[in-house]
């Protein structure tokens, strides 16, 4: 069957549900064949914010993925786990002494900025091309090398030991898990979470998200068009005899004050969403990196109730 449905499904994943489960939950809600694709994993305790991304919009879910995210954290002193989190066998750390107010703020500060960061055993991490946690369950060791996150910015919400709960702002594969057993190490107490939600992606905020329970035609009445996945990007709008080129796969003159090379949401003088684009700045040249099917905005328009 030909794909007819292209966009982005922002959906309020409940607890104890895998992203995989959810992409399966909402595959049913859509015209059967209609691939789907979440834009970030979150864990099974984990709530909040996730994209999926469905038809031609699986293209571009790398975009989605580097958008700047929010969590809102509730950490636990004293403790630790084997997954970081509550999900896992938690051992309680003797004679933990309760950092104060101004230490643990010390300690959160210095997690901001570029940072290495090891991904917890229980991870999609891959070891030798296999899952982290697939090793991890079968009770191999699993080494995990260190990966360089970005993070943006740590609130302190709220701390009467041993519950502390921070806002955490970040960028693309972060773990909040680490960052927890990471506090916990730098305090001397141990730390893990005890409850997780993804507030935000980009633009997407979980005050608009979809809620799974809603009758089939009310989730797909929200769905968004293809170009929210490239909402962080620059627009250019393009004339038709500037696009026809760009889809054969041709470079196009594109003057520009540019220095860096840069990628581009190319649009058509219909506010549609035609290609991601390249600028060289030596050449002063635009051509296609991805270029979108015709008819990808149109076709999402083909529902019962667009959005």
């Known amino acids: ?46 709530t909040g914010v996730l994209v999926l991304c469905l038809g031609q919009a699986t293209r571009l879910t790398e975009y989605v993925q580097r958008m700047q995210k929010t969590y809102r954290a509730g950490i636990l002193l004293g403790a630790r786990s084997d997954t970081d ?12 002494v309760p950092p104060t107010s101004e230490e643990t703020k010390r300690g959160l500060r210095g997690f901001v900025g570029a940072i290495e960061q090891v991904p917890p055993a229980y991870s999609a991490a891959k070891v030798t091309g296999r899952r982290a946690y697939d090793l991890a369950r079968q009770g191999q060791g699993v080494d995990l090398q260190p990966r360089k996150v970005q993070i943006y910015g740590i609130d302190l919400v709220s701390y009467a030991f041993p519950h502390l709960e921070i806002e955490v702002r970040c ?27 993804r507030t935000r992606i980009g633009p997407f905020q979980v005050d608009d998200a ?12 929200r769905l968004l068009t293809i170009a929210w996945a490239v909402a962080d990007l620059p627009r250019l709008v393009l004339a038709k005899s500037e696009i026809d080129p760009l889809r054969q796969g041709q470079a196009i003159p594109c003057h520009s ?17 035609v290609a991601v684009g390249e600028f060289d700045p030596i050449t ?3 051509h296609a990196g991805k270029v979108l099917s015709q008819g990808a905005r ?4 083909e529902l019962d109730n667009p959005c």
């Open 284 to 286: 002063q040249t635009l």
């Open 210 to 221: 979809v809620q799974l329970d809603l009758p089939g035609d009310a989730v797909r009445a």
């Open 85 to 96: 989190d509550t999900d896992g066998q938690i051992s309680p750390v003797t004679g933990a």
């Open 1 to 46: 069957m030909k794909q007819s449905t292209h966009g982005l499904l922002v959906i309020d994943k409940p607890g104890g549900m895998t992203s995989r489960d959810a992409v399966n939950r909402v595959q049913g809600l859509f015209p059967r064949g209609t691939r789907i694709g979440h834009a970030g994993t979150l864990d099974p305790l984990a």
């Open 257 to 273: 004050p540019l220095k860096e090379a840069q990628e581009l949401a190319i649009f058509d003088g219909n506010d549609d969403l």
């Open 171 to 197: 960028g693309k594969g972060t773990y909040i898990r680490s960052l927890a057993r990471d506090l916990g190490e730098r305090l001397g107490c141990g730390a893990l979470v005890e409850s997780l939600r």
């Open 298 to 301: 149109s076709a999402s328009e």
